[in-house]
């Protein structure tokens, strides 16, 4: 049974004289919108659940193909690990045994899917998000994907590098405009030009001057993700927790003048 409309069609509606032509119109339209949505989950739009999974694998897969043979073996014992490990982000995790010490901190690789409930919460369009200590830039790329406008500054110049050569192999999935990654001191960077900080626990050997500068910068109502937290930052309320992230928020009237 059909049920036809007697009210007068809105402006600028379409009408159709048959059935027909409506539902062919109605499946052209879906392929429309079907051939837009990849397009929009790197144009700034919040990503599905599924979508950011994809993501996430994605782009801990490029990241991990970096990974020189001599780093591969400071992380896992061995120069060289199995196909099957470079295609699966979780086995790559299990595989990381030990930490990489560098000049101001240590280097161990973020699990994206750890992080991810954090960042799907979280993360928006639009948001000034801050890796603090970047790494291979992984945080970045997925903050980026996700809309954020993110910056990462990484000390040591191999990981920059890593970072630089995993963005490339990423092509225009990452949004160049949105991922921004920088060689440096973040304890030189300007903590108030940012919505989001991202920090992984021991990540500096000097977390006292850090926390420190978090509580001075952050201003009012701007966030800390602190993932595997090794002590809480002071003078910040603890506003959530996803899995092994923490998340922090500079109350009304915090920071310094």
Not at 17 to 33: D, E
Not at 65 to 83: C, D, I, M, N, Q
Not at 201 to 213: E, I, M, Q, R, Y
Not at 218 to 237: D, I, K, Q, V, Y
Request: include cysteine.
């Amino acid at each position: 049974m059909s049920i036809q409309s007697t009210a007068a069609p809105e402006k600028g509606a379409a009408v159709f004289s048959s059935p027909l032509m409506g539902a062919l119109a109605v499946a052209a339209a879906g392929l429309v919108l079907a051939s837009v949505v990849p397009v929009l989950a790197g144009s700034g739009a919040s990503l599905s659940h599924g979508e950011a999974v994809k993501a996430a694998r994605r782009i801990q897969n490029a990241c991990f193909a970096t990974y020189p043979p001599e780093l591969l073996k400071r992380l896992t014992g061995s120069e060289k690990v199995s196909s099957e490990v470079r295609d699966d982000p979780a086995l790559q995790m299990k595989a990381f045994t030990h930490t990489d010490r560098r000049e101001k901190g240590l280097f161990y690789p973020t699990s994206l899917d750890d992080t991810l409930d954090a960042f799907e919460s979280e993360v928006r369009p639009r948001l000034k998000l801050l890796d603090l200590g970047s790494g291979d830039g992984r945080v970045v790329f997925l903050a980026a994907v996700m809309g954020a406008d993110a910056t990462g500054i990484e000390w040591e110049p191999t990981l920059h590098r890593l970072a630089l050569d995993a963005r490339k192999r990423l092509g225009s999935f990452v949004p160049r405009g949105r991922a921004h990654l920088r060689q440096g001191d973040f304890l030189r960077e300007d903590f108030s030009r940012y919505d989001l900080l991202f920090y992984f626990g021991s990540g500096s050997f000097d977390d006292t001057a850090l926390f420190d500068k978090i509580r001075r910068e952050l201003r009012p109502g701007a966030r800390l993700l602190f993932a595997h937290e090794t002590l809480p930052p002071s003078g910040l309320h603890e506003a959530a927790t996803y899995s092994v992230v923490k998340v922090y928020v500079q109350p009304a009237g915090g920071g310094s003048p």
